[in-house]
């Protein structure tokens, strides 16, 4: 299963959504993604029966503006360069909130990895794509992860590699292992982002293929 946390044009109100065959189907019962990928396996599937079956709307994928999947309430940890940082809550963002320039920084870096969601048990819930943005003296600026929150059963059994490519050229290569070693034990949210691209100028765009996680591009410096 595919999910996503989406701003709906009826409403414009952030709404989970299943996605298939192109499009994202909005869950009619207006339940929080977390809450929903933390129900029990048959509650989920449930869920996702729900959605396809009695959408609330059905959007075009590429025309939906997808949200953060999942709003963290307390610091997120992000394995980066052999350490791990963490990123205060408002950091975290969706793969349509863009990368915008900090005041003074001439361009960004961008690591990419995965990001691993467990429930309230410890249960693995799904992983998304991550993408961690720094100025070239390695400030963080924002945590992009997305654009679906990926279960188990949908994701596989292989590892997981995660490319970054810009002008047509592979920047930065990650390769994480399969049984989530890289995540943060006990926590909700965490991510890893072991690969990092060259300094990228404004206007440039990163194209990010995170394999079975889904892929999203976002140019350097744009505002969502």
Do not use: K
């Amino acid at each position: 299963m595919r999910w996503v946390t989406y701003l709906s044009p009826s409403g414009g109100t952030e709404r989970s959504g299943v996605i298939d065959d192109g499009c994202v189907f909005g869950h009619p019962g207006g339940v929080g993604l977390a809450e929903l990928l933390d129900a029990d396996p048959a509650g989920l599937a449930a869920a996702h029966t729900e959605a396809l079956d009695a959408p609330l709307e059905i959007i075009v994928e590429f025309e939906t503006r997808l949200c953060v999947p999942v709003r963290p309430d307390r610091p997120v940890p992000v394995a980066a360069d052999g350490g791990r940082l963490h990123l205060a809550p408002e950091l975290v963002h969706g793969t349509d909130d863009g990368a915008p320039l900090p005041p003074g920084a001439s361009g960004l870096t961008a690591s990419v990895g995965a990001a691993e969601l467990h429930g309230a048990s410890g249960r693995l819930l799904g992983r998304t794509a991550a993408c961690l943005w720094r100025t070239p003296d390695g400030a963080p600026v924002r945590l992009s992860i997305g654009p679906a929150v990926v279960t188990p059963d949908e994701q596989g059994t292989g590892p997981l590699r995660v490319t970054a490519e810009a002008d047509g050229a592979v920047l930065a290569a990650a390769d994480l292992p399969a049984d989530g070693s890289w995540a943060e034990p006990g926590e909700r949210l965490s991510a890893a982002v072991p690969a990092t691209t060259r300094p990228l100028e404004p206007g440039e765009e990163l194209f990010v293929d995170a394999g079975p996680l889904g892929e999203f591009e976002i140019r350097v410096g744009a505002e969502a």
